[in-house]
């Protein structure tokens, strides 16, 4: 999956329908591209915590070549330090 553009609270209903589809077809790697991201704010955090709440534990989750703004937020949101890091890899 790939997330391009501004990740805001104006994507939050699409972002919404993404997880649903996500969690409907289990698959054992989730890669999620975030190289086009221009803009993420608490959108794209909100996404990545119900995300890791749907997916079963043994899901992979790779969060693919994330842009300096992305990169940003999964930093100041401590991401890259936290139990998150458990669950994601950032790549």
């Known amino acids: 999956m ?6 805001d609270t104006a994507a939050t209903r699409l972002l919404s329908d993404a997880v649903d589809w996500l969690a ?5 790697v989730v ?7 221009t803009y ?7 996404f ?4 890791f709440q749907v997916m079963p534990a043994d899901t992979e ?4 070549r994330p842009s300096p703004r992305a990169n ?3 930093r100041t949101a401590t991401m890259r330090r936290s139990d998150m890091c458990a669950m994601a890899r950032i790549s």
Do not use: E, Q, T
């Open 61 to 64: 989750v790779i969060l693919w």
């Open 31 to 37: 890669l999620i591209d975030l190289a086009a991201v």
């Open 72 to 74: 940003f937020v999964l």
């Open 48 to 51: 990545l915590v119900r995300l």
């Open 24 to 28: 409907d077809d289990r698959a054992p």
């Open 2 to 7: 790939s997330l391009v553009g501004d990740v």
């Open 40 to 46: 993420a704010g608490s959108a794209l955090l909100n």
